[in-house]
C-alpha cells in the first residue's frame, strides 16, 4: 500500500472495509480472510503470494518458516473398524 502511495483510508475505500480493519489487518492484531487477502492483493496489483510473504515479514521478521521432509508429513490413515 505504501509503495503503491496509498493510505489506509484510500485502500479502506476501495475494498469496502472500514478504515480501523484495514488498520488492524495491517498491525497484524486481526486476521483477514484469504478471500479479503485476495481482494486487497488485487486493489494493489500484487501477487497474493507476494502479498502473504511481505506480510510475514513485516509481522514476524525473525520468523522462519519450516517445513517437514516430505517423509514425515502427516498421512491420513484409514480408519479401523
Do not use: F, H
Amino acid at each position: 500500500r505504501e509503495k503503491k502511495g496509498l493510505s489506509q483510508m484510500d485502500l479502506a475505500v476501495a475494498a469496502g472495509y472500514s478504515l480501523r480493519y484495514v488498520g488492524d489487518v495491517e498491525r497484524g492484531t486481526k486476521s483477514a480472510t484469504m478471500r479479503t487477502m485476495n481482494d486487497l492483493a488485487t486493489l494493489l496489483d500484487v501477487n497474493l503470494g507476494s502479498l502473504i510473504v511481505e506480510a510475514e515479514k513485516r509481522l514476524a521478521p525473525d520468523a522462519k518458516i519450516r517445513t517437514l521432509p516430505s517423509s514425515r508429513r502427516a498421512r491420513k490413515q484409514p480408519r479401523s473398524r
